[in-house]
Antibody
Framework: EVQLVESGGGLVQPGSSLKLSCVAS????????MHWIRQAPKKGLEWIALIYYDSSNKYYADSVKGRFTISRDNSKNTLYLEMNSLRSEDTAMYYC??????????WGQGVMVTVSS | DVVMTQTPVSLSVSLGGQVSISCRSSQSLVHNNGNTYLSWYLQKPGQSPQLLIYKVSNRFSGISDRFSGSGSGTDFTLKISRVEPDDLGVYYCGQGTQYPPTFGGGTKLELK
């Protein structure tokens, strides 16, 4: 059974940093591109970052470029999202998602990040 | 970026009824490889999104045949027949043809 379990969220002040983790199981993590997608409260889905299966390429949404860094450790089956210079508009539920040939086929349960003073 | 527009924003249905949700993209979703990477997702209350349909009309593993997708180019439709209580939630279309991936604004399916 495929499982993606995020952690690391919380309440932080504007300008601070946070690092999210997503532990994967039930599939060959090192063979798949992985993504982070977020959802602001009562809003829709916003893709924010992609990392290739071998970390050779990384892509970011303009809204987070230069502030967020996606990375992975295939030996630990873990995906990361390091978030710096956090703003109130970064407040959202953050999901890691596996991308197969079918689309975003598996999503984690999400981790909440709240940026507020 | 490709803009995905879903209509309607909300929909009321009786159990056992049928509904259709429309999704329109600002650009053709036909990839250079000939595939059309248009997917449909359902987010049930308090849960993360789940994949229902991929590449326009293919049901993901374990998805009921009450769900069907159709369309081409820039216009796509999700149909749900014989609606059940477990079908309620917010439906999103999403495209993976062009980067960045983008999603529609969502259609909330509620009971009449």
């Amino acid at each position: 059974e495929v499982q993606l379990v995020e952690s690391g969220g919380g309440l932080v002040q504007p300008g601070s940093s946070l690092k999210l983790s997503c532990v994967a199981s039930g599939f060959t993590f090192s063979s798949y591109n992985m993504h982070w997608i977020r959802q602001a409260p009562k809003k829709g889905l916003e893709w924010i970052a992609l990392i290739y299966y071998d970390s050779s390429n990384k892509y970011y949404a303009d809204s987070v470029k230069g502030r967020f860094t996606i990375s992975r450790d295939n030996s630990k089956n873990t995906l990361y999202l390091e978030m710096n210079s956090l703003r109130s508009e970064d407040t959202a539920m953050y999901y890691c998602a596996k991308f197969g040939t079918t689309g975003f086929d598996y999503w984690g349960q999400g981790v909440m990040v709240t940026v507020s003073s | 970026d490709v803009v995905m527009t879903q209509t309607p924003v909300s929909l009321s249905v009786s159990l056992g009824g049928q509904v259709s949700i429309s999704c329109r993209s600002s650009q053709s979703l036909v990839h250079n490889n000939g595939n059309t990477y248009l997917s449909w997702y359902l987010q049930k209350p308090g849960q993360s999104p789940q994949l229902l349909i991929y590449k326009v009309s293919n049901r993901f593993s374990g998805i009921s045949d009450r769900f069907s997708g159709s369309g081409s180019g820039t216009d796509f439709t999700l149909k749900i027949s014989r609606v059940e209580p477990d079908d309620l939630g917010v439906y999103y279309c999403g495209q993976g043809t062009q980067y960045p991936p983008t999603f529609g604004g969502g259609t909330k399916l509620e009971l009449k």
